[in-house]
């Protein structure tokens, strides 16, 4: 299945800022609001960070934003810190027989 | 606090079947969607289907149909996928997530996952 085109990797300094791209296509993050953005530690479970393009869940650091445009989705993290070193993945819902499309995900780095 | 366990690591045999568990504990069991998803080793994530704890009802991915389950027992909060006639392609991290109401379209928790290994 298609996939929702996310950079391999992205890294900064502590206490810059980094965005997150997710392309898709009109039939998905172009169609609706449902854009949502997870953190993934190895071995670990997935974290939801952003849920319909913007809203951050409770207990989740404002330092983490979303936005969109088109068919692009954005996840901003501002004032980088060491502990958001991990892989993040964005996830469209579409609808249809395969509802939702996912991210190829990015490795951030903090350096 | 909300909770999904998965059970452990699988290794089976091409055309074997392997059942993975998801046990919920911290809410209402019923009262949300659960879906299974799958990572590939170097791929990204793959949406597998929808369980409605309540009722039982089902909708897989087109591509699993007729090879995957998807079951619960209320008893035990707990949620099954199962998966036959397996291949070598289906060796992944299986993901149990729970979606967030009311029909949200995002996933607020998941599980740890489990790797399930096909190998011969």
């Known amino acids: 299945q298609s996939a929702l085109t996310q950079p391999a990797s992205v890294s900064g300094s502590p206490g810059q800022s980094i965005t997150i791209s997710c392309t898709g296509t009109?039939?998905?993050?172009?169609?609706?609001?449902?854009v949502s953005w997870y953190q993934h530690l190895p071995g670990k479970a997935p974290k939801l960070m952003l849920c319909?393009?913007?809203n951050r869940p409770s207990g989740v650091s404002d330092r983490f934003s979303g936005s969109k445009s088109g068919n692009t989705a954005s996840l901003t993290i501002s004032g980088l810190q060491a502990e958001d070193e991990a892989d993040y993945f964005c996830?469209?819902?579409?609808?249809?027989?395969?509802?939702?499309?996912f991210g190829t995900g990015t490795k951030v780095t903090v350096l | 606090q909300v909770q999904l366990v998965q059970s452990g690591a699988e290794v089976k045999n091409p055309g074997a079947s392997v059942k993975v568990s998801c046990k919920a504990s911290?809410?209402?069991?019923?009262?949300?969607?659960m879906h299974w998803m799958r990572q590939a080793p170097g791929q990204g994530l793959q949406w597998m289907g929808i369980?409605?704890?309540?009722?039982?009802?089902?909708m897989y991915a087109q591509e699993l149909q007729g090879r995957v389950t998807m079951t619960r027992d209320t008893s035990t909060s707990t949620i099954y996928m199962e998966l036959n006639n397996l291949r070598s392609e289906d060796a992944a991290v299986y993901y149990c997530?729970?979606?967030?109401?009311?029909?949200?379209?995002?996933?607020?928790?998941w599980g740890q996952g489990t790797l399930v290994t096909v190998s011969s």
């Open positions: 997530a729970r979606e967030n109401i009311p029909r949200a379209k995002h996933f607020d928790y």
């Open positions: 911290g809410y209402t069991f019923t009262t949300y969607e």
């Open positions: 369980i409605n704890p309540m009722n039982g009802d089902t």
């Open positions: 009109t039939r998905d993050v172009g169609n609706n609001n449902f």
């Open positions: 319909d393009v913007s």
């Open positions: 996830i469209s819902h579409r609808g249809g027989s395969s509802p939702y499309v």
